[in-house]
């Protein structure tokens, strides 16, 4: 049997909600996961320490503690970024490994 060329466009796209912590404190959304806070502009950052859990809930852009979303990346809609170093530092969350 003769070797393929692997094309990666033919492979489907993640559609399963997906929220990635970074190293350096970065949480990443995919598509998916940014739909289920309907697409916000800005979030909140949300710990449960008992369980260790984050949230992150759409907020008013006017809100004191609304953390902005970007887009990670520059070729249209994809990615979407929040910065939330100061947030994981504060509460002491581990980031020297990046965690799905």
């Not at 502009?41 to 369980?51: G, N, S």
Request: with cysteine; proline share 5%; glycine share 4%.
């Amino acid at each position: 049997m003769p070797f393929e060329v692997f094309d990666k466009r033919m492979t489907p796209l993640a559609k399963a909600p997906s929220v990635t912590l970074q190293k350096r404190g970065v949480i990443s959304l995919n598509r998916a996961a940014h739909d289920l806070v309907d697409n916000a502009e800005t979030v909140e950052l949300l710990y449960d320490r008992k369980r260790q859990v984050i949230a992150l809930r759409a907020a008013d852009d006017s809100s004191p503690h609304a953390y902005a979303v970007r887009n990670g990346s520059k070729c249209g809609p994809g990615q979407a970024i929040v910065s939330a170093t100061a947030f994981t530092q504060h509460y002491g969350i581990d980031t020297t490994a990046t965690r799905r």
